[in-house]
């Protein structure tokens, strides 16, 4: 399949799904396909652990529901503290929460309850068992509440050397310089952030956003560089194949989740599985997979990690990317029981760059 062969950089331009293409960019400017599986027990480690290996991943995979002391607050919670470390390194939030029931239960899980996923995860997944209707039932939700925030962003915009507010959307500014589109709305106070306002992006669905860096200034007079916000669509994941040894993900099971996953072209951004998907020309899914380690530095090629002893199979990501044609790989404990994580996740980041590199020469 062409995307076997296609870059990165390539694929952003051509795929449809505004989040697809915002993190096809990510990954070629931060060269990584990596994905950290952050399964830590707190919400103080999930932060610190995202703040350390946020330079080298592009995808950071919570399992909301076994963090301990997981702050729900929606302004000042885990979610969105989450969400400021994805903006300060570049990755996208993916929770996977692998919903699987009837759809107007996933709906009201996806949306409501303590945790609103939907607030702070960029990227769901969904377990497929219950049928087409759970996928549906998400999109709609989506859709809902994608034009209820209207591409309404808290940004921070520095002008100038000084922070200002800016709304792209006042056309009445007075001040008409080439900053004429920006307005002040709030200033500097010492110990904080010099500037939040909100800024209404109007992204063209088709168009990829850029991926210029803002710089965002603190009052230390450190300048922080970010990413530029990605595009407030939410994507889906389809849960197509598993890693875990003798799961009951068959064949028909998997053609399902491809056909849905063509019929919600609009949400579902790809799939969570062992191999590529993408059969006909116009396929261009991405492909999370899960179930990745790579033999311990000191030992010989060959010395690869098999399973976790509960069922969990490993590959390496040359296997994953290489030979199978996946395009992210997930990694939880391999990095996360290293004794230098960082460390490690700059080894796996560089594995699995290297697949992807031969693969599309
Ligand atoms: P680890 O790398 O520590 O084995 O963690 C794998 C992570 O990926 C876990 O969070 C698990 O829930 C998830 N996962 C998986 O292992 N296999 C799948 O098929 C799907 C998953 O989401």
Redesign the pocket.
Known sequence: HSTLKGTFAQRSKTVTHPLSAYLFRLMDLKASNLCL?A?VATARELLSIADRVGPYIVVL?T?HDMVSGWDFDAEFGTGRKLTALARKHGFLIFE?R?FGDIGNTVELQYTSGAAKIIEWAHIVNVNMVPGKASVTSLANAAKKWEERSHYSVKTLVSVGGRSRGSNEDDEDDEESDDEADVQTTSEGRKGSIVSVTTVTHQYEPAVSPRLDKTIMEEDSGESVSSFEEPPSDRGLLI?AQ???QGNFMDERYTNACVEAAREHKDFVMGF?SQQSLNTLPEDDFIHMT????LPPEEEEEGTEVKG?GKG?QYNTPQKLVGIAGTDIV?????ILKAGDPQEEAERYRSAAWKAYTERVR
């Open positions: 599986s399964d995979k399992h996977d692998k849960l598993m890693s875990s969570v899960p179930g990745c380690q976790d969990q997930i990694v939880g404990r391999g």
